[in-house]
Nanobody, 129 residues
Framework: QVQLVESGGGSVQAGGSLRLSCAAS??????????MGWFRQAPGKEREGVAT?????????IYADSVKGRFTISKDNSKNTLYLQMNSLKPEDTATYYC???????????????????WGQGTQVTVSS
């Protein structure tokens, strides 16, 4: 019932930028107690959290240390769309990026390591040196 569809991936050179989008159906980003997030997985590596945002309660964000200062997560409630603006991309950012959601916040926050219930199919980001 909940569907998340990512778009915006592609191939860029190091230092470039990409903006990922996640369009949701069956899930309202304006919900006061939910979470949305971006995760990524590189070949041969485990999935890692990139950034999360509370869909309500002030829209508090959490970022992985590796992307702080370079990536920005945001949402447009009117469009029911989640975004990840990625600047100053590095080859280490190469991965498949997934959009995820959960209905309820965890302790008032959206930690990267908690379970997210709904997932998109992913969009590939490749950063060349």
């Amino acid at each position: 019932q909940v569907q998340l569809v990512e778009s915006g991936g592609g191939s860029v050179q190091a230092g470039g930028s990409l903006r990922l989008s996640c369009a949701a159906s069956g899930y309202t980003y304006s919900a006061s107690a939910g979470c949305m997030g971006w995760f990524r997985q590189a070949p041969g590596k485990e999935r890692e959290g990139v950034a999360t945002i509370a869909t309500g309660g002030g829209g508090v964000t959490i970022y992985a240390d590796s992307v702080k200062g370079r990536f920005t997560i945001s949402k447009d409630n009117s469009k029911n769309t989640l975004y990840l603006q990625m600047n100053s991309l590095k080859p280490e950012d190469t991965a498949t990026y997934y959009c995820a959601a959960r209905r309820w916040r965890y302790g008032g926050r959206c930690p990267l390591e908690i379970e997210y219930n709904y997932w998109g199919q992913g969009t590939q980001v490749t950063v060349s040196s």
